[in-house]
């Protein structure tokens, strides 16, 4: 009588059947978003990490992060919602990542409403130094007004004119910046529709496109977020 034979499969096996699939926020958790001290919610959003496994530890991991916050997520009373504020993670304390100002700019939808037609687009870029040593870079975009008096439905300016404007919105955003530290910078970004009043220039003029640090640009270390 032989024994040890091949035992017969059960009925309805098959071979390579389905895995069970493991759930990938199992391994992973939150950690909050802490804004900078300029903004009124401080605690403004969550973010997602692998768990420390091995080598692999969370806080690296975040360290470096850039996350994109609405100005309505930072602040609690504001009309602005289409300005756009980057937020990168410099420190890691628990479970709360230390956020700084890493770059600002508009929502698609608003600056589509901004450009018209039949007028003359004024663009112009510049890179100014802060006095605690951040090298920021400004886009700044503005528009001619439209004059009621005449009756031709446009208003282009002449090159010479726009060259005039164009030097202007440089000299304003480098008088406004290269005296100020990052903490006032921010603070200018959050009424900068105020920017060109102050000078009384307002007409036609919306500065701040966007706000960004340069490739390739190491800021300055801080010592406390």
Known sequence: MAVGGQ??????SKKGGKKKTADPFSKKEWYDIRAPVMFSKRTCA????????????ASEALKGRVVTLSLGDLHE???EVFRKFKLQVEDVQ????????HGLELTRDKLCSVILKWRSTIEAHVDVKTTDGYLLRFFIISFTPRVTRFKCRHTYAQATRIKRVRARLVEIIQQEVSSCDLKEVVNKLLIVSRLMDL???SKGAAPGESVSRPDHYEPPAVDSV
């Open 46 to 57: 969550r973010t997602l990490v692998t768990r420390t496994q091995g080598t692999k530890i």
């Open 77 to 79: 009373k504001t009309e």
């Open 199 to 201: 000078h009384g220039e």
């Open 7 to 12: 035992k017969s499969g059960s009925k309805g």
């Open 94 to 101: 628990g479970r709360q990542c230390l956020t700084n100002f």
